[in-house]
Each structure stands twice: as C-alpha cells, then as structure tokens.
C-alpha cells in the first residue's frame, strides 16, 4: 500500500516536499476554544520506509566464507559484540573428534576465520559455557575431554589479545559437569544443572564463582536439568528447557529471586530460604514425546541416570510454573527449540527438524512480567525449506538474532561435509520486539530493574513538565495550542489509496487580498489542546523544522492536526513522557493504533515500534478490526497478518465490535476476502459447541433436508471461522 500523501492547508495533494499553509493575516482570539481564521491544518511530512525489505518477506540466509567450521556438537557459540560470534570447543558429529579450537565470525562481512590464540589454552572440551564477560572476555567452564572426564575449571580468553588464562579459584569447587547453563550477574559466574559422573546422573544444583576473588560458593538445590536455557531478568535467575530426570522435555519455567538473599547478591545480612513456590497453567501440552532427535545441536545420545542428592535449598524465593499446553504454548517435545531473552521476554525458536515440518514451526515468545505466551510468527514467514540450524545468537540490544546452520543432507552436495555455512539474519523490530533499551516503563521486571538501581537516576524535563500537560497558561505555564477533529477516523473521508484527508467539515475562504485560507466548523473541532513549544520542538523533527521556518505556527503558537482529538492528545502525552503505556490521556489500543499511524506519517521510529510491539502484545476482540485496518495503512504487514488472523480465530465476535462497524465498506470486503475460500460460518446455537460436535450437527440436519428434498448441502457453502 502506498503512504499516504500530505495534505496542505488548501486540500490539495502533493508527493514529496514540506508543505507550508498560507494564511491570511488576522487577530487571533485569546481564550476561546472557537477556532479563529488563523487556525490551519498541520501539514504532514511524506512517510518515509527506512524499514529495510517489505515486512511480508522471509530473513534472507547468507552463505559465509572463509574456515568454515564443521556442524560442531555441543560447542559453545557466543555473541561477544563489535558484530563478532566466537565458537569453541565441541566435536565434529562425523568422526568424533574433540576441539580446543577457537573461530571467528564476522557479522559485517560473514567470514569464517581461525583465530590464533596463545597463553594457558585449554585442553578440548565439549559440552561446555561461555559467557561474555566486560565487554572483552570469555568465560569458559566445564565440559566434557576427548577422555569422557568432566571438567570444572575455570579459562578465560581476553577477546582483545586472544590470550588465554586460567585464574586460581578459591573455595569449594563444585562437580565437574558438561551441558549445564551458566549466566553472569553482577560479577557473579552462576552455574546451573548439567550432567557429571561415570554414570552420567543429572545434577540439581546452582552455584556461582565470584569473578572478583576467584572464589566459589556454596553448592545449593535448585532445579534438576540439563541441556537447558537459563538467563537474567528483573534480578531473577529464569531456567526453562533441557531435560529432567524423567528424559523428557520440560515444558515447566524456574527462577530463583538473587535479590532476596544475601549468600546469593553479596551484599547485607543473610535472608532465610523463603522455600519453594509451584504452580501451573490450566492449559494441557499435547501428548508427550521421549524421542530425541537425530542431532539435537546442543546435546549428545547418551543413557542417563538420575540421582538426587539431598542440599539445601537455595536461598531466596524459587517458582516454578508449567505450561500443559494451549494454542500459544510451544511443544519443547518436538523440534529444535533455541531460547534467548530480549525486551523482557523469552523467545522461543522452533526450527525445523525430522520430526517437524517448517509449516509448524514458530518464533514464540513468553512475557517474563505477566508469563503469558505468544505466537509472534508462524514457521514458513522466517524458515525456508531445505535448511537445519543448530546454534542461535542474539545482540546485546535485544534486537538482531542469528541462526547457523547448513542445508540438510537431501539438498547438500553429497561429497561436500555439512558445515556451520548458512546464517539467517533476523531483524527482532520487524515483528513488535522493542530491544532491550525500550522495554516498557510500566512493566513489573523494569520496576524491579528501576527498584535495584543504586545511583539516583535524573528526571528529565519532560517528566517534570508532564504534571502540567493541557493545562492553561495560568496553571501550567503553557504557549501552545493545538486542536484536532472532534470525530474518531471516518473511513467516507479518506481517498480511496488511503491517503488522510482534510480535517471533516472545513471550509475556505477568501479574504480581500484574495488568497484562501483554512476555517474549520467548530461543531467538528476539538477543545484546544495545551502544550509547551519547547517540548514539540524538542521532541518532534517535524515540529522543529516547521517552527524553525518561522511561519505561521511560529507568528500564532497555534496549529490545527486533522487526527481524532484522543489520539492527538495521546500523542502529544508521549511527547512528554516517552510512553504509550495506558493512562488518562491514551485510553485504549483505538488510540495506539492512531498513533501509530501518526508515527508513519511523521517518520518518528521509535514511535512506530513501540506502537507495533504494544498492539501485538495486546490485541483482543473489540480493537482487533481497528489493528488490522491502521496496520494496513501503515504497510506494517507482519503486524496486520497477526491481526487477521486473530480476526478469523474470533470471527462471531470480532465482527459485533464497535471497531469492526467503524470500517468502511471497502475495508470489510478486504478484509472479510483474509477467510479461506473453504470456510463455512458456524452459526446459532452451535457457536457454544466444540467444533467437531457442529460439524457432526450440521452433517445430521444436511442429511435430514437431503431426505425432505431441501437444499441443505447448498446452504452449508460458505465461510467457516470457528
């Protein structure tokens, strides 16, 4: 779809360029909501796509060259910035062997190199973590030597010389272990699950190395796991993932508060064990199944054995809560499952394997502050066919994921070994991910994140000149008004491309000199709205290249947007604040989904992402119709597919919405054309009963009308959203 193009003060219509309106010189009445002649339409910038390829279409695979490294197992693959991914150790799946090796990939120019590296290195290991620690070094533990002995050292690369050390560590050092999680937290290596010993049991506990004095701690009980994912959030430690002493992939998610003990954050007197806390989702996981894949990337076939051993619980509070099933909720069963957190969420990659095809698979994600998932993208929009991938990285904003892989064997050069040779390149913003920079304010793990901070943060101007948004001069020290159509979108009022029309019910005029000028009918104008010229300039390009100008906004300090009143203020409120959270002044998802729109019209990025992401997080039943329509107008495709397809799951009551009746007529052909061609509406009574009860309802009164001689086989065609 096209952007809309920009209206000026006069209704015409142009493609590119500032428009400046022409208004004729009058007095201005001070005071008066009325708007006087020398109020005028707010001209709009040209949209601008700096968004990269159309949404609709897959990440593109790159090919990489250079010291391609074999399809490694149980290597460690880390992301270390400046656009660099480090891969150590693990073992070639085809002859066994074990690494010690240390490769490179550059980002910028997808090539594969193998880097020198000198000091104390390390013997080969696989199964091993590597976390990045300060920006310029990798911290290696564990693993699993060519000799089947498990390891619990501690190596240490300085990613600036290659070097490598292997620091005197204090304390009681823990079990050696391979294929455990480790993360780093304020300057604490923590160390979880994993599996050890000559019969391979299955650990249970956590402990962490404190990297300023080299000293383990206290081995204590958390979780029994191996294989899995573990990360910071919110000053909690989340697990989820892997597998339990019962070999099967855990669907349940773990996280042990580190703020609420003093053995485990370092700092005040010593908190006691507030004990273990479960719970449990009411939906149920599809059947289970215990088979593993073939070459699971991250994992070896092995026989384990469990054995617990009785520790003390780790102190501070340890939840736990297990998702059974539902339509969102993705099956660790099957496929190749890769976690990482970004934005306060858990993404959940479901890649392609033997026993999923790509058509099932999807990008989901869990909401850490609310524990609710979400299917963000079905499988063929990100993975084509043809293609494995065993390793998965993310950048340290939350916003870019890489998968690597290689074509599978059907499709690869039968003389050629299957290399880590493929990169899929995932932009996170094109599907509602803010990145970790532009989380929600009004989240619960960014008020915990805000509650732990130690240095008193400083309050920005706009914050402090928020309490004073759309008050008078007299009471808010305001110098800028701004009106806006009194009336929500009217679908009759847009051209038929799309493109925003003039605010409903202007009229022109002429003064003496002869030149035209904008009136609007008060009956369709808004109250004025009061706001602070240096926040609009500070805030919104737009504003500061029109008022730097010096035209008429800058000679009247009033100016008039032809968007609905609430949206406008909702607007401007952000302008303040930096938020769209909900508030007094953005009311519901109408007013976002406007906003939205504004942000397209206005180039403002920042804007327009944190709109998609709130839309896709929240869509429901009464503005699901809304988010389709402004998605659409707007060309952001992956968020109006979401929204049609939410449409069509709830169709008998999407389409009794008052956002639904707001489309016009061409909007609801359009989109009423989404529903498969083979759908059948199921109607009445039957809308309470399970599907395969109505259909075996309808296939018994088509039975009946066929034997009375009716037409029911004629009258079932149709549509069918159930």
Partial sequence: MAAPTTPTAFGSRLTAGPVFPQVAESSRTSGSNTPTQTTYLMPTSPAKNRRGPPEGQKPKIWKTTGQKPACLVNASVTYCGDNKIYAFGGFDQFTDEVYNHVLRLDLN?????????YGDIPGVRMGHSASLYQGDKLLVYGGENEHREYLSDVVILDLNTHTWTQPDTQGPIPKGRARHAAVVYEDKLFVIGGLTGETNYILDDICYLDLKTMTWSKTWSFVQRFDHSAWIWGGRLWVLGGLGHEMERSSEIWWLDLKGSASLSGSGRRLPSMGRATSSTHDR?????????????????????SSRREKPNAPGAISSLKFVSGPN?????????????????????VTPTTTIRPSECNLSSLELDSLRWQRIVEGPEIFAPGYKWHYCCINEDGTQAWLMGSPTEDTANANQELQLSEVLSIDLKRYGLLGNDLVSPNSEQTRILAAEQTATSTVGLGADLASMFDQSPEGGMTDFTITANADDYDDDDMSADGDLGQAPAARYSTNTSGSQMFVSDSS???????????????????????????MIEYQTSRMHIPEPYSVVRAFLYYLYTDSIAPSQYCRDLTDVAGMLVMANLYDMPKLRLLCVNRLSREIDIDHAAVI??????????????RAARFCMMNWGRVVRTEGFKTLSHARLIELCHVVDMEGKVIGGDELDEPVHQASNARRRRSEVESEDGGEGDDDAEGMDIA
């Fill in 628 to 641: 389709w329509d402004r998605a659409g107008r707007t060309d952001e495709e992956w968020l109006r597919q």
């Fill in 524 to 550: 369709s104008t808004s109250p004025l709205i009061h706001v602070h010229k240096i926040i609009l300039h500070a805030r919104w390009p737009h504003f500061r290249r029109l008022y730097s100008s010096k």
């Fill in 285 to 305: 996981f599809a059947p289970r199944s215990d088979r593993l894949d073939a070459y699971p990337a991250n994992s070896g076939s092995l026989h384990i054995r």
């Fill in 109 to 117: 120019n997808l090539n594969w190199q193998l880097v020198d590296n």
């Fill in 329 to 349: 909720v993705p099956q660790q069963s099957t496929g190749t499952h890769f976690h990482v957190c970004s934005s306060g969420a858990l993404l959940d990659f």
